[in-house]
């Protein structure tokens, strides 16, 4: 169940057929769940609720055909790996992968060991893979590190255009947003610039924010479904657990326009407006953390010290003048896809029973007035 299936509209843009970020042409996503085990927390055992989401920018090898990129911090408390080159040079140059915030090393090591398999025997290069994580030690053994290479490599197999799954899946399986279950979410808009046509695309991990504060297209949801009617989940019994709300989020970006490194950056500030719109505010333990891509131009040289290309080459660039419309789709796609990972997720039982129950859909129905 999507926002759309109960007739709600998030903001006024046409979403691509799809409604997901692989609404961008080239992009795909994919995922590997961990499910396993119930009752109580046993380092290492388990329960497990966990996973890794992978979004592969364009089909062909990114490390040798980058994209622009740019990314904002509304609040630090996270880690999304690669961002000083991203800052440096303005360039994407590996997917990016989602997962827990003690499995972002195996993830990125395991993205370092893909492209090791793909280079050319003796190629000198560097990686610097771009994995992202939220924490979802409330309902799963966080500690166990339960995710592996293999996972890592799963999803990239697992890498598809289309549809997008979402919810409990992939690095969004243990996840809790604004006291529901959380995960993974995605929406996109598509966008005519004097007549020319361009994709917006978002996908969210979303793990962060309060029950009170939660917003959907401008209804105050939290304060209408409080604990009473949908209990939160309880937070584990364990020193320095955080406070409810203390958790994070990592939004992606992309979008076919061509975009220059400093637009891109711009983009990724927008989306943090989404975040806002639906009661996200990046306390003092969120991290909240954003990355854009831009497709719109594919011939960037590779940027490798074994490269050998042109002192020269030509990009195309959309006019800073152009650009609102772009600013709107990503704040619209951002506010639909983090409903939408509330939507897709559904009721979970974590480590020692915790439950974190999901926005349940037709309350939503009765509170939030249909579009038109």
Not at 20 to 27: E, N, R
Not at 296 to 311: C, I, K, T, V
């Amino acid at each position: 169940m999507r926002p759309r299936d109960l007739g709600i509209a998030i903001g006024v843009g046409q979403p691509g057929p799809h409604n997901a970020i692989t609404d961008v042409a080239g992009v795909g996503v994919g995922h590997t769940t961990l499910v396993r085990g119930h009752g109580p927390l046993v380092v290492g055992s388990g329960p497990v609720r966990t996973g890794v989401t992978v979004i592969q920018p364009r089909p062909e090898p990114i490390f040798r055909r980058p994209l622009y990129a740019g990314c904002h911090r509304l609040n630090g408390n996270g880690e999304l790996t690669g961002l000083e080159w991203v800052r440096e040079s303005g360039l994407l140059t590996s997917p990016i992968a989602l997962t827990n915030t003690h499995s972002v090393g195996v993830v990125r090591d395991a993205l370092v060991a893909w492209e090791v398999r793909q280079r050319r025997i003796g190629e000198l290069y560097w990686s610097l893979p771009v994995v992202g994580e939220t924490w979802d030690g409330i309902l799963n053994d966080v500690g166990g590190q339960h995710v592996s290479a293999a996972d890592l490599w799963a999803a990239l197999a697992a890498v598809a255009p289309g549809p997008v799954a979402e919810g409990a899946v992939g690095g969004g399986t243990g996840m809790i947003c604004h006291g529901f279950k959380g995960g993974i979410g995605t929406s996109s808009r598509l966008v005519a610039i004097d007549g020319a046509p361009f994709v917006v695309g978002v996908l969210v991990q979303a793990n962060h924010g309060r029950r009170e504060r939660l917003t959907v297209a401008g209804v105050p949801i939290g304060r209408l479904l409080p604990p009473l009617d949908v209990p939160l989940p309880a937070l584990p019994a364990m020193p320095n657990a955080g406070a409810a709300g203390s958790g994070s989020i990592i939004c992606v970006v992309a979008t076919d326009a061509p975009l220059l490194p400093h637009q891109c950056r711009r983009m990724a500030q927008r989306a943090v407006l989404g975040i806002g719109r639906t009661g996200g505010v990046g306390e003092h333990t969120s991290g909240d953390l954003v990355l854009c891509f831009a497709t719109g131009n594919r011939d960037l040289p590779e940027p490798s010290a074994s490269a050998r290309s042109a002192p020269t080459h030509g990009v195309t660039v959309l006019d800073d003048h152009r650009i609102d419309s772009l600013f709107i789709a990503a704040v619209e796609a951002t506010e639909e896809a983090i409903v939408s990972a509330l939507l897709q997720a559904d009721t979970m039982v974590g480590r020692d029973g915790i439950v974190a129950h999901r926005l349940p859909p037709e309350r939503l129905r009765e509170l939030v007035p249909p579009a038109g």
